[in-house]
C-alpha cells in the first residue's frame, strides 16, 4: 500500500509544504538524506499555540506535535518531487515543546508526532529522537519539530 493510500484510509491530506518563514530553505537533500526544516504545530485554523504547564494538557501537545509530523511529511513529499513513496525511513527528529521550566513530559509530547510516523510508515517510522524543552518558540506555538529522512 502506497503511503498516500495509508494517509488517505486515515482521513489524512497532506496540506501543501509551508515556505519557509525567514531566510531559510524548507529542506536540504545531500545523497540520500533529506533534512527536513523546523515545522511548527498548525492546522487549518491556523497556528497551535500554548505552553505545556501553563494551561495546555499533555494531549494537546501531543496533537500539535502530530499535526508537525504531517507537515514534515508534506515537506518529504515536495523534497521527493511529489513522489511520498520515494520515503526510505525517518532516521531522527528533534522536538522542542515550548513548556515552563518545571514541565518535564516532552517525550509524551512528542509521541504524538512519533506514534503517528509509525502508524502510517511501520517500521519504516521508526526513528531515533529528542525531545527537549525551550522557553518559547517561534510565534508562540506550542511545537516544532525537524527532521531527518532517508529517500531513494
Do not use: W
Request: aromatic share 4%; charged share 20%; hydrophobic share 45%.
Amino acid at each position: 500500500m502506497s503511503i498516500e493510500q495509508k494517509l488517505a484510509d486515515l482521513g489524512i491530506a497532506l496540506p501543501d509544504a509551508p515556505a519557509p518563514a525567514a531566510n531559510y530553505v524548507p529542506f536540504v537533500k545531500l545523497g540520500d538524506t533529506l533534512y527536513v526544516s523546523g515545522q511548527i504545530s498548525s492546522d487549518a485554523d491556523g497556528l497551535i499555540r500554548g505552553k505545556l504547564g501553563a494551561g495546555m494538557t499533555v494531549e494537546a501537545g501531543a496533537a500539535a506535535a502530530r499535526r508537525c509530523a504531517i507537515s514534515l511529511l508534506a515537506q518529504v513529499k515536495a523534497g521527493c518531487g511529489g513522489d511520498l513513496d520515494r520515503l526510505v525511513r525517518v532516521v531522527k527528529l528533534t522536538g522542542f515543546v515550548n513548556s515552563t521550566a518545571d514541565f518535564t513530559d516532552q517525550p509524551k509530547v512528542i509521541n504524538g508526532a512519533s506514534d503517528f510516523l509509525v502508524e502510517v510508515l511501520g517500521d519504516a517510522g521508526r526513528h531515533a529522537r529528542s525531545a527537549v524543552s525551550a522557553a518559547s518558540l517561534p510565534l508562540g506555538v506550542a511545537v516544532e519539530i525537524e527532521g531527518i529522512f532517508q529517500i531513494r
